[in-house]
DNA sequence: TGAAATGTTGGGGCG
DNA sequence: ACGCCCCAACATTTC
């Protein structure tokens, strides 16, 4: 039966962090013992469930995270709503404090949860940690969600700034310990440790999150507007699972960057950084509004998009082996390492989306799965930004050629010898179109094409023109 | 947060 | 000296 002392649970969830955590921070004022809770919840999130990249990145956050909460964080897997009541039949719990999600379907389960909890008769409190300004707080003058960025960023998100000041961890924090399941019964590992290469590159963890911010702000800023640009540079700051995951909140970026700016002079270098929290924002902002984001084109007129379906097709594309260097690199990076340099990014989207013609939702299933910082709202707003199926998307005529933003973007080779080896001893010349190199070029170099690596899967020229004759079809469509 | 096609300009070679 | 052509370099338009 409930033992005597009240606690106080804070379900963390998005936001695996000590500092700045609002609802950590409200708990503290209860001065009651306080439940640390992480559910796994695989239940409510239906197509969404955590890929496997994500997974191995939440394992060592909520490792890191018991450690600094001396082992008392609670663990358990399942239905949020059914473990919540367990703990209730368990502990005498008199209040439950978490910090918002906006997944639609998070959204979905929390409003039952706090109804239900409150029907308990328990004190049910969620927060903000992790956005700039909520979604529900930003409309234009005649009450609909802004469409485009710019207007959003300038007129909408911009009322809102500055944020709060990130607050400290609280202290002397009492912890309740309750034990439901251990660490590795979350089963977050693969069975196979293909995150052998991902472990090499990433530490997540608040702390790491920490440093990685601290030295962003010295050697990439400073040069971000351009550098951001060259993947073979760190000019970027690779911030992205953490401030999935929380371990780093918006607030704190924030106010770091502008007193960065301030002292470092930094003004131009750290509002085209900032701007990129604003397309955050962003992402979230239209799947609150739009919550079929994931799923359905925001431009009706794309339903009817002639896209091609070739298994095979989409296979080459994820192993990185399409024939274009710089397209290969980025998805041979992103099977690597759990990342992938935004740019390329938009490079390796673009091929599958116009010159390969493949549905956005075969590139967005796969980042899901693959991406450390896998995040439902960046990931669908991204895509149909790409397939120009968006509300402000990219116009869909605009088609990357892998080859000269390659030279453009990676001249010097850099960030294509580094994944692509085979291809190392090419002159820089031909790096970024290998099959165009004269046959004693090739031999030299060691490159055998269709053997060590292949030749292009599909001409730039024509699948270009198939692209924008597929767009013609639909460019008419009415709603 | 393109690329390719098309248009314009201006310098230099050359009859 | 002049007109003509070529073409690189840049600008504009179109997809």
Not at 155 to 184: D, F, M, N, R, Y
């Amino acid at each position: 039966m409930a033992s005597d002392q009240p606690v106080v649970i804070v379900w963390f969830r998005q936001d695996l962090r000590l500092t700045d955590n609002p609802a950590l921070i409200a708990a503290a004022k209860d001065r009651q013992k306080i439940l640390p809770l992480y559910i796994l919840d695989d239940e409510n999130s239906g197509q969404w469930k955590m890929g496997a990249a994500s997974r191995w990145w939440l394992h060592n956050s909520l490792s890191d995270l018991n450690r600094r909460i001396d082992g008392h964080l609670c663990l358990a897997k399942g239905d949020a709503l059914s473990i919540l009541e367990d703990i209730l039949r368990q502990k005498k719990v008199s209040a439950v404090y978490w910090n918002r999600c906006y997944e639609p379907w998070c959204i979905k389960r929390d409003t039952k949860i706090k109804s239900t909890l409150t029907d308990h008769g328990i004190r049910v409190k969620s927060f903000n940690g992790s956005l700039l300004c909520e979604p529900h707080l930003i409309s234009k003058k005649d009450d609909t969600p802004y469409k485009v960025f710019t207007p959003f960023y300038q007129k909408g998100l911009s009322e809102h700034l500055p944020p709060p000041l990130p607050k400290p961890a609280p202290t002397q924090l009492k912890w309740c310990k309750h034990t439901i399941v251990s660490l590795k019964a979350l089963n977050l590992l693969p069975d196979i440790k293909w995150y052998q290469s991902i472990k090499k590159i990433w530490t997540p963890g608040e702390q790491e999150a920490q440093k990685y911010l601290n030295s962003f702000l010295q050697q990439g800023l400073p040069d971000y507007k351009k550098g951001r640009d060259y993947p073979a540079k760190e000019s970027t700051s690779r911030l992205s699972p953490y401030l999935h995951f929380g371990e780093l909140s918006p607030f704190q970026i924030w106010h770091t960057v502008q007193k960065s700016m301030f002292v470092q002079r930094l003004e131009t270098q750290g509002a085209h950084f900032l701007r990129e929290l604003g397309w955050r924002e962003f992402s979230y902002y239209l799947l609150y509004h739009f919550p079929d984001l994931p799923k359905k084109n925001m431009q009706p007129k794309f339903n009817h998009f002639p896209w091609r379906d070739n298994k095979r097709a989409i296979i080459r594309w994820q192993k990185g082996q399409t024939g274009y260097p710089v397209v290969d690199a980025g998805m041979r990076e992103l099977w690597q390492t759990g990342y992938m340099h935004n740019r390329v990014r938009m490079i390796t989207a673009s091929f599958l989306v116009k010159n390969l013609l493949q549905h956005w939702h075969h590139g967005e299933k796969w980042f899901w799965d693959t991406l450390v910082d896998a995040d439902l709202a960046n990931n669908s707003a991204s895509w149909q930004w790409v397939a120009g199926s968006g509300a402000d998307a990219a116009p869909y005529f605009r088609i990357f050629n892998p080859v000269t933003q390659g030279q453009k973007f990676d001249t010097q080779g850099n960030y294509v010898r580094r994944y692509i080896p085979e291809l190392a001893a090419l002159p820089d010349k031909y790096l970024h179109c290998p099959w165009t190199a004269p046959e004693d070029v090739l031999k030299s170099s060691g490159v055998i094409l269709d053997d060590n690596y292949p030749s292009p899967m599909v001409d730039l020229k024509t699948s270009r023109e198939s692209a924008l004759s597929a767009f013609a079809k639909i460019k008419t469509d009415s709603v």
